[in-house]
């Protein structure tokens, strides 16, 4: 017997369903309906939940089990690839480009994949989130150009990854490879990266039980990130040439 999924109240500042009562199938589907405003996103993440829907369905909410994260001090780049990074010169930035990472990412081309789940309601809502201070992107430049990047959601010392993108073979990885550098350096320990597959898998990433995830996150989410509005000065700007992505700060 399938249970009813709870349908969201319409104040965006109203609680969500306890995320250990998601559905084992579909894994993590956990409530509908509701809006996408900052309150209510912001909520959502800082309790183990996201949003993910189609063009044409009602807003979705997930909780899945297990949840896919990565150590910020353990994202790994192959030895070929840091190699090949010795004769570029791309550049990492954050919070420059944000809407053109934010469109790149909603139209990049995925493998088995028909359409995006970054619908245009999608694109506004964390177009609101980013000019409210919680939204980030890291950006990847060759020459001026665009060549890679994600975007996410950062709460306390949390850091909750969304979508990521490559114009050029790599991008996407230096965009990750750089953002845990930097958040190591700042002690923040974890990135967010929602679902598990061989790639994020080839990164580095790990599987955690939804329980562990909620007590670690939940705590994270509560501490003081210390940084507040764009990251662009804070971050810096890297050189994908000098960087040593080895290095575990």
Request: net charge neutral; proline share 6%.
């Amino acid at each position: 017997m399938t249970l009813p999924i709870p349908v969201l109240e319409p104040n965006p500042l109203a609680p969500f369903p306890d995320p250990r009562s998601a559905l084992r199938q579909p894994d993590g589907l956990l409530a509908v309906g509701g809006d996408l405003a900052v309150e209510r996103l912001l909520n959502a993440y800082a309790s183990g939940i996201f949003p993910w829907f189609s063009e044409g369905q009602p807003i979705l909410w997930w909780s899945p089990d297990p949840r896919t994260v990565f150590r910020t001090d353990r994202v790994r780049l192959s030895s070929r690839f840091r190699r090949s990074l010795r004769n570029c010169n791309w550049r990492i930035r954050a919070d420059t480009a944000f809407p053109e990472v934010l469109h790149a990412c909603a139209n990049v081309k995925r493998q088995g994949q028909h359409g995006t789940w970054i619908t245009d309601a999608m694109q506004s809502a964390y177009l609101n989130l980013h000019h409210a201070g919680h939204a980030h992107s890291i950006e990847v430049f060759d020459n001026g150009i665009l060549v890679g990047g994600l975007y996410g959601v950062a709460i306390g010392r949390m850091f909750f990854g969304e979508s990521m993108f490559s114009a050029r073979s790599g991008g996407s990885k230096v965009a990750l490879a750089a953002l845990a550098h930097r958040l190591a350096e700042w002690h923040w320990p974890l990135i967010d990266a929602q679902v598990e597959n061989d790639h994020l898998l080839s990164l580095g990433a790990e599987s955690w039980s939804r329980t562990r995830f909620l007590e670690v996150t939940s705590d994270l989410c509560k501490q003081d990130g210390l940084i507040s509005g764009q990251w662009t000065a804070r971050f810096g700007e890297m050189d994908a040439r000098t960087l040593d992505w080895k290095r575990q700060p």
